[in-house]
């Protein structure tokens, strides 16, 4: 499921469902105070970040691609 899945559909999925959370600690959960706000915004930024820093671009060659390439012929 995850091999299709591209990085800005992740962070966004992950953006609804710190959204999601939020509402409902906001709707049935305590007071909310500028503490939980810093914590929730912390809590749904840092994640994608970290997310589109390490995730990993086009594969490289493998040395079995370079010595044969079937492109070429």
Same mark, same amino acid.
């Given at each position: 499921m995850l091999?299709?899945?591209?990085?800005?559909?992740l962070a966004a /999925?992950?953006?609804v469902t710190v959204a999601i959370v939020a509402a409902a600690a906001v709707a049935f959960g305590p007071a909310f105070t500028f503490g939980t706000g810093m914590f929730l915004m912390a809590a749904?930024? /840092?994640p994608p970040?970290?997310?589109l820093s390490l995730w990993r671009g086009v594969q490289p060659a493998t040395i079995a691609e370079v010595l044969h390439?079937?492109?070429?012929?």
């Open positions: 091999k299709n899945m591209t990085r800005g559909r /999925v992950w953006f749904s930024l /840092v970040v970290v997310m390439d079937a492109e070429s012929r």
